[in-house]
């Protein structure tokens, strides 16, 4: 059973940065789709970015493109997002997510239904 644990949330002020990592345990061998997704309350889950770790092909929401980056970690098995130039709208929390998708096939919209998540991290932004 594959588990993620997230770390690294927080408060920052806006303009601020984060860095959020994601590590993965268990039976990962096939889970080459990870991402990550964001709720903010009141509000429906939504998709931030997702990375194909084989391939390291990245895709973003709209709303984070240019301010967020994801990308492998150094440590096995982990996946990072930087975020950059927080607004008060980026207040959520974020949680890690990780499929089993080929390349061409890891995007947000597919991992909406990702099998393994993690249990969140808070990111508070203050205006």
């Known amino acids: 059973q594959v588990q993620l644990v997230e770390s690294g949330g927080g408060s920052v002020q806006a303009g601020g940065s984060l860095v959020l990592s994601c590590t993965a345990s268990?039976?990962?061998?096939?889970?080459?789709?990870m991402g990550w997704f964001r709720q903010a309350p009141g509000k429906e889950r939504e998709g931030v970015a997702v990375?194909?770790?084989?391939?390291?092909?990245?895709r973003y929401a709209a709303s984070v493109k240019d301010r967020f980056t994801i990308s492998r970690g150094n440590v096995k098995n982990t996946v990072n997002l930087h975020m950059d130039r927080l607004t008060p709208e980026d207040t959520a929390m974020y949680y890690c997510?990780?499929?089993?998708?080929?390349?061409?096939?890891?995007?947000?919209?597919?991992?909406?239904?990702?099998?393994?998540w993690g249990q969140g991290t808070q990111v508070s932004v203050s205006s």
């Open positions: 990375i194909s770790t084989g391939e390291q092909f990245a």
């Open positions: 997510a990780a499929e089993e998708l080929p390349w061409f096939k890891c995007d947000i919209e597919s991992m909406t239904r990702a099998d393994y």
């Open positions: 268990g039976g990962i061998g096939d889970v080459n789709c």
